[in-house]
């Protein structure tokens, strides 16, 4: 039997286009619609304690969660890129409290503060379309093609950077001896940096040597191949990384600076990035001010 209240369940309330363009989630993954977009609904009760909560935040479950319940056309949300997250967030906030969001500000050369309305659509539409180049020649002839790191690759590197992290607050507080502590220190900047060296491999997806016509997709291979290179080659990967971190990432939103403040020296515009911390992110207005005020 059809439930009689169907008809007011939630639906898409607004359509995102995704810096990625679709590339990059595997086959069956994602559905866009005729203009290359996804629909996006708002949280429910539900997602918005999910979206909150400390534990699953660590792991990325809880963001993966709400991404299936508010973002259907993406099936296996572990899969989304990481330059599609920032859309995918701002378009499920949009979705669920409106376009518009109130920010607090330190204002520079001062020590006040500055709450202001934003435009989360016009942030969407300020976000880089790039294209995300995925193939790259290296000094020593190969060719390698490289995908955005996965969200679950995101969340993998996360929960090992913090637990390398805390290990170091472990050490500096155990009662060691200098060289025992020398030790311990030695073994987790290790293991931070096989972690960086992991992530590299795990953005590879195929290696084209010049003298043969099949490139190389075995994973172990192209692993072993990351762990075995000179320092110059895996800079020259990391350097094409990173000339690409900005792509899909939420631009800065220019402040008007009140004239009071100009007054005690401020600018009289200003720059301030929007934090994606979920526990502040997705606040609707009220709670927001009432957290300012408390």
């Known amino acids: 039997m059809t439930n009689p209240l169907s008809t007011y369940f939630r639906q898409p309330a607004v359509y995102v286009r995704l810096p990625s363009q679709g590339r990059w989630y595997p086959p069956g993954c994602i559905e866009l619609n005729d203009q290359g977009e996804v629909g996006i609904m708002p949280m429910t009760a539900k997602d918005e304690m999910t979206i909150r909560t400390p534990d699953a935040l660590l792991n990325?479950?809880?963001?993966?969660?709400?991404?299936?319940?508010?973002?259907?056309?993406?099936?296996?949300?572990w899969q989304i890129p990481s330059m599609d997250t920032d859309a995918l967030l701002v378009g499920i906030r949009i979705a669920t409290y409106g376009e518009s969001m109130e920010v607090t500000t330190a204002v520079p050369k001062t020590q006040e503060t500055n709450?202001?309305?934003?435009?989360?659509?016009?942030?969407?539409?300020?976000?880089?379309?790039e294209p995300w180049q995925d193939?790259?020649?290296?000094?020593?002839?190969?060719?390698?093609?490289?995908r955005p790191m996965s969200y679950r690759g995101m969340s993998q590197q996360n929960i090992k950077a913090y637990e390398e992290q805390r290990l170091i607050r472990t050490v500096q507080d155990a009662n060691m001896s200098e060289q025992q502590k020398l030790e311990e220190f030695n073994k987790i900047f290790s293991k931070i940096g096989e972690i960086s060296v992991g992530s590299l491999a795990d953005m590879i997806s195929e290696i084209h040597m010049p003298d043969q016509e099949q490139p190389v997709t075995d994973?172990?291979?192209i692993k072993e191949w990351v762990y075995n290179i000179e320092t110059k080659i895996a800079n020259e990967i990391r350097d094409h990384i990173d000339n690409q971190k900005d792509k899909g990432t939420l631009p800065p939103v220019d402040i008007i600076t009140p004239k009071e403040f100009v007054a005690k020296g401020a600018p009289e515009q200003y720059q301030t990035q929007i934090s994606m911390d979920n526990s502040n992110f997705f606040v609707p207005k009220s709670s927001r001010s009432r957290n300012l005020t408390s």
């Open 135 to 146: 193939t790259m020649t290296l000094s020593n002839g190969l060719i390698i093609k490289m």
């Open 219 to 221: 994973k172990t291979f």
């Open 115 to 129: 709450s202001v309305q934003i435009s989360l659509q016009n942030m969407l539409e300020r976000i880089s379309y």
């Open 60 to 77: 990325g479950q809880s963001t993966v969660n709400v991404f299936k319940s508010c973002v259907p056309a993406i099936k296996d949300p």
